[in-house]
């Protein structure tokens, strides 16, 4: 598969793109050598003179029709998600109808918020003048994107860069590049001239050329801690927003409802075979109902279907290599060592990789300090409510978190004690409304995504002011 947006960039040799589940080819694209950077910027920057002219109508209409098409071929583009990225097929119809969603939040975005009037007569001395601000594009942005939602967290960069009249540079991952490529020749279909975005699919050192250099206005990273703190140390004076990812607590108190609350950490625990920064990791459960819901949540676990993520009756599909199988091992091997006890799991077909839950973690352990990123979980009991949000909190970094209460006091207190960007009450910690905002918290905190946020990091206010009484 090429993408319109690789035609004027500097090729090197072919990247085979195959499926995580069998190893089948799934397509082929050229990789983008770190030479071909001075390239890939001229481009670029007659994508941002071209961007920035092009009225809010049409980067709105743009990004609607794009919207139109993916809803219009929804099948096509999720069964793309599942042969390159594993996810099963119900889980890519839900990411290709997010990407839909996006799109149009941000074609929503491109026409609404464009500055507000400044009320300058509100002091003394300024009576004179009135005037306002405008929304500015910062120039060119460069967007790097991981594998886990190959194309809507694509859309969560492009939509809002365009809508505030951006040209991007965007490095899909390596792994799942064709999603990202068919969404930006879904908008070059739909009227986006094509210098606007610029695609280049290479490794590493493809990478820090792009974000070293001086023309790139700013960097949206997904990803994780080790390369964002490369992307920051090589950025220089440029805008960085980041999303570093997460190590997601939810308490579940005595007083909740149940059954729900198992239902939804199991979904948010094994979604996307735990691939996924919002997923639950860790459940702290308190002791009254810790012994049933330890017994239920295996049980249900041990229920789940692993297999061809092309099939419906699949719950867990594939990781996306064995490189990350053998990650996730490692990190319970540790537990395990340490005095972790293993319910369930941890064990592997191919790059399948069976739910697992550990109890009783120690928390010098890894699969308790750090983000696991598979299917795994661990139980820990608690007393009180305080003590649930201190073992919360324990990681230097997070994201999402949860609660299931039915006391609204309990409820409010897990919101205002636990350091996270978003608390879920009654909810699993996966779960995101493309609206919202959502980023890092505490270590790694760097901006925000979701479309109107995103937006406003991707522009920049400029202020217009008229003195009267120099007319």
């Known amino acids: 598969m090429r993408s319109a947006a690789l035609s004027e960039i500097t090729l090197a040799q072919d990247i085979i793109v195959r499926s995580p589940f069998d190893g089948a080819v799934v397509g082929t694209v050229r990789q983008t050598s770190a030479g071909s950077v001075g390239s890939l910027l001229e481009r670029a920057k007659r994508g941002a003179q071209i961007a920035r002219a092009l009225p809010r109508y049409k980067r709105s209409a743009v990004l609607e029709r794009a919207a139109a098409t993916i809803q219009a071929n929804l099948e096509e583009f999720s069964l793309l998600i599942v042969r390159e990225a594993g996810k099963t097929i119900v889980q890519a119809r839900k990411e290709a109808t997010r990407c839909v969603n996006t799109l149009k939040l941000s074609a929503d975005e491109a026409k609404r918020n464009a500055g507000e009037i400044i009320p300058f007569d509100s002091y003394l001395g300024s009576e004179s003048r009135q005037g306002w601000y405008t929304r500015e594009p910062l120039g060119i942005i460069a967007a790097i994107t991981p594998y886990n939602?190959?194309?809507?967290?694509?859309?969560?960069?492009?939509?809002?860069?365009?809508?505030?009249?951006?040209?991007?540079?965007?490095?899909?991952?390596?792994?799942?590049?064709?999603?990202?490529?068919?969404?930006?020749?879904?908008?070059?279909?739909?009227?986006?001239?094509?210098?606007?975005?610029?695609?280049?699919?290479?490794?590493?050192?493809?990478?820090?050329?792009?974000?070293?250099?001086?023309?790139?206005?700013?960097?949206?990273?997904?990803?994780?801690?080790?390369?964002?703190?490369?992307?920051?140390?090589?950025?220089?004076?440029?805008?960085?927003?980041?999303?570093?990812?997460?190590?997601?607590?939810?308490?579940?108190?005595?007083?909740?409802?149940?059954?729900?609350?198992?239902?939804?950490?199991?979904?948010?625990?094994?979604?996307?075979?735990?691939?996924?920064?919002?997923?639950?990791?860790?459940?702290?459960?308190?002791?009254?109902?810790?012994?049933?819901?330890?017994?239920?949540?295996?049980?249900?676990?041990?229920?789940?279907?692993?297999?061809?993520?092309?099939?419906?009756?699949?719950?867990?599909?594939?990781?996306?290599?064995?490189?990350?199988?053998?990650?996730?091992?490692?990190?319970?091997?540790?537990?395990?060592?340490?005095?972790?006890?293993?319910?369930?799991?941890?064990?592997?077909?191919?790059n399948l990789y069976a739910p697992t839950v550990l109890e009783n973690v120690p928390a010098q352990c890894a699969v308790w300090s750090e983000e696991v990123f598979a299917p795994i979980v661990i139980l820990q009991p608690f007393g009180e409510l305080k003590d649930a949000i201190a073992m919360a909190n324990e990681p230097e970094y997070s994201l999402h978190a949860g609660i299931f209460t039915n006391d609204l006091d309990h409820a409010l207190d897990a919101a205002s004690g636990i350091d996270a960007s978003g608390v879920m009450i009654n909810d699993s910690s996966d779960y995101r409304f493309d609206a919202m905002p959502f980023g890092g918290f505490k270590y790694g905190s760097m901006g925000r995504e979701g479309v109107r946020f995103a937006y406003e990091e991707m522009t920049q206010p400029k202020v217009v002011c008229i003195n009267r009484l120099q007319r």
């Not at 819901?293 to 249900?300: D, G, H, I, P, Q």
Request: glycine share 10%; net charge neutral.
């Open 149 to 350: 939602d190959p194309l809507n967290l694509v859309a969560h960069k492009l939509g809002p860069a365009i809508a505030g009249g951006n040209a991007v540079l965007l490095k899909p991952s390596e792994l799942t590049p064709l999603s990202a490529l068919k969404l930006v020749d879904t908008l070059i279909a739909s009227g986006l001239p094509e210098e606007i975005v610029t695609v280049a699919v290479g490794g590493p050192e493809l990478g820090k050329a792009l974000v070293s250099a001086r023309d790139v206005r700013m960097i949206s990273f997904t990803g994780g801690f080790n390369t964002g703190e490369a992307i920051a140390r090589a950025a220089g004076i440029k805008k960085l927003a980041m999303d570093l990812g997460g190590n997601a607590p939810v308490i579940v108190m005595e007083n909740c409802n149940f059954d729900a609350a198992v239902d939804a950490c199991v979904s948010g625990a094994y979604w996307a075979a735990g691939q996924n920064c919002i997923g639950t990791q860790r459940i702290l459960v308190q002791n009254a109902i810790y012994e049933r819901f330890r017994s239920t949540f295996v049980e249900a676990t041990a229920r789940l279907k692993a297999g061809n993520p092309l099939e419906q009756t699949t719950d867990i599909g594939p990781m996306i290599s064995e490189g990350a199988i053998l990650r996730a091992t490692a990190m319970v091997d540790q537990a395990i060592s340490a005095g972790a006890a293993l319910l369930c799991g941890h064990h592997r077909h191919g």
